[in-house]
């Protein structure tokens, strides 16, 4: 009975750790292989209207693969951790639609021509 026992312990130490292993590596197929681009953009939320837009921007992303690292309602922007490689605005604003608000990206300085003279020796 003992040596049945033991088998029995000695198989389920080996199936369990297998299941629980397997169904970790299939509930993140997506994930496995895949070079992560992983970049911090700042970004302009178009649309927010009081600080409790703030909340809505960061529930948006809840529970996806981009990380809302702050928003600030006075500057009306967001920084946002993702996978260049697998989001894009269009997706952002798929994600904030429903809470009225959509995300651009920050426009770039322009450089301003102050004094162009040549200067010839």
Known sequence: MQ???KKLI???????PTILLTSLLISNKDNIGSKKNLVEETVLVQGMVCSDCEGRVREAFKGTKVTVLSVDYDSKKAVLRYDKGRFDF?????QLIPFDLLVSPVPK???????????HY
């Open 3 to 5: 040596d049945k026992a």
């Open 90 to 94: 269009e997706w952002f604003n798929k």
């Open 10 to 16: 000695i198989i389920l130490s080996i199936i369990v």
């Open 109 to 119: 300085d322009k450089l301003k021509l102050i004094d162009y003279k040549i200067r």
